[in-house]
């Protein structure tokens, strides 16, 4: 099991890094993990499980700005993606953003 998630991480990492570099801004971690900057930033703020307060643990304050590391984010959603496969539910962590528009 360690051996699956570890190879997803390395994967996850590999396009992760290909597609943003090997430090995200907020803004592209939000685009990462579907969510909207403002969304994401209270999601931190305010962490409600392992999952976030993880990734909130994992900013690193570069001046003002905060930066989370490829390698890390790709950890937790690897972890985050192995408890989805091994238990058949997701935890409330993260929820992905639905980009339609609302209907009135």
């Known amino acids: 099991m360690q051996d699956t998630e ?8 590999s396009q992760i890094t290909e597609r943003y570099g090997l430090l995200l801004s907020q803004t592209q971690l939000a685009e990462l993990l579907g969510r909207t900057p403002g969304g994401l930033r209270y999601s931190l703020s305010y962490p ?3 999952n976030t307060r993880a990734l909130k643990a994992c900013g ?3 001046g003002r700005r905060v930066y989370y590391p490829a390698a890390e984010v790709a950890r ?7 408890c989805d496969h091994h238990n ?3 935890p ?3 929820p992905v953003r639905d980009h339609r ?3 009135h």
């Open 6 to 13: 570890n190879s997803s991480a390395v994967a996850l990492e």
């Open 48 to 50: 409600s499980d392992d």
């Open 60 to 62: 690193r304050r570069i």
């Open 76 to 82: 937790i959603i690897a972890r985050l993606a192995n």
């Open 88 to 90: 058949h539910s997701r």
């Open 92 to 94: 409330p962590a993260l």
């Open 101 to 103: 528009p609302a209907r």
